[in-house]
């Protein structure tokens, strides 16, 4: 009997692959109960009563302001290295990045996401090695329940001719964005390195901060949001996320206690993640996190994520030496994050 549920739910992703829509693509054809596909296993979902009574846990959010004044600055790395240790999570204010263009860059992504399916289809791949694919999930498997949640994704941004592949409704937006996105890289590339008591070129010259690619995700309105997850929980593989979010969701683990990560206007989110706790040797923390879906909206969520890593996927990466002694030994074998990627990508 399994074989034959698990026969028929193949068939299904099958053909939902096939429509190249998306789940955008069932919402406009008017789907009124969540497809077996998208439904979690309860275990996964949130309960009706967590985080009772500790509703004045929350992510830290950082000034830059003035990082450059030497006083600001220590206590700019002060508080990032208290988040980045404690956390994995934080929010930044007051960075490079225009309230506008912010928003400009949300809408163009949106608009993206909500043309009529002929518009899209033409960018949907499961063909990961392109720069520019529009998919559903990574991976469509029956073992493994599929996220409510549509994806552009924009790699290897940092090589000027690669915005051209980008759909031309967003292309604009997207790129004036990265070239701020650049400024905030270079800023937080130096301030991590302070806060490790390295000098504030050491992060950039191991190239870790080198890469820049988009995941530019679209969560739909959901007939029943409770049964289904936007993002199943997980840690992100590279070494720094930064995130743009247009409306709550977002949630992430923080003494084993999930937390909600709403959006502060004007605020950009960063996202420690695996190969960071690494090279840290544990000092920094990579933290698992998900997103919910709405329960009470209307409206569907925008989110950009950033994933800002090496450029050179060969190159082993392991405990600073500078951060290791008799006392505190490393914790973590040497990686490249092109095999790491291999081993754990979904």
């Known amino acids: 009997m399994v074989d034959v549920l698990d026969h028929e739910l193949e068939k299904e992703l099958k053909q939902f692959d096939e429509t190249k ?17 998208f439904k979690h296993p309860p275990e996964c979902l949130p309960s009706p009563n967590q985080n009772n009574g500790i509703h004045d846990l ?8 003035d990082a450059e004044n030497n006083e600001r600055r220590s206590e700019i790395i002060s508080n990032l290295r208290k988040a980045a240790e404690e956390w994995g999570f934080f929010q930044i204010v007051n960075h490079p990045i225009p309230l506008d263009v912010m928003d400009d860059v949300l809408k163009g992504v949106q608009r993206f996401h909500e043309q009529p399916q002929e518009a899209k289809e033409e960018w949907y791949s499961r063909d990961f090695t392109k720069k520019v694919n529009f998919f559903c999930n990574g991976e469509l ?18 090589d000027e001719r690669n915005f051209e592949e980008i759909p031309e409704v967003c292309r604009t937006e997207i790129r004036e964005y990265m070239k701020y996105i650049v ?28 890469s ?5 995700h679209y969560y739909p309105v959901c007939p029943e949001p409770h ?3 936007g993002g199943t929980k997980h840690s992100d593989l590279g070494f720094l996320t930064l ?7 977002l949630q992430v683990l923080h003494q084993n206690i999930w937390i909600d990560v709403p959006p502060v206007e ?7 993640a695996d190969m960071l706790q690494f090279i840290t040797n544990g000092k920094f923390k990579s933290v698992q996190h998900r997103v919910l879906m709405p329960l009470s909206t209307l409206e569907p969520r925008t989110s950009i994520a950033c994933f800002v890593g090496t450029d050179d996927l060969q190159k082993p990466y392991g405990p600073l030496k500078e951060l290791i002694s008799e006392n505190n030994p490393a914790k973590y074998e040497d990686v490249c994050f092109g095999e790491y990627m291999k081993r754990y990508k979904l």
């Open 21 to 37: 829509a998306g789940v955008k693509g069932l919402v406009d054809s008017g789907v009124t109960k969540l497809p077996r596909m």
């Open 58 to 65: 929350q992510v830290p959010v950082i000034d830059l302001k």
């Open 141 to 158: 498997k029956v073992d493994t329940p599929t996220d409510w949640r549509d994806t552009l994704s924009c790699k290897v941004l940092e």
């Open 183 to 210: 400024q905030v890289k270079e800023k937080l590339s130096g301030l991590f390195s302070e806060a490790l008591g390295l000098s504030s070129d050491y992060l950039e010259n191991l190239r870790c901060f080198k």
């Open 212 to 216: 820049r690619s988009l995941a530019c």
């Open 227 to 229: 049964l289904t997850l």
């Open 243 to 249: 995130l743009l979010q247009d409306s709550a969701g």
């Open 266 to 272: 004007g605020a950009l989110l960063i996202n420690l």
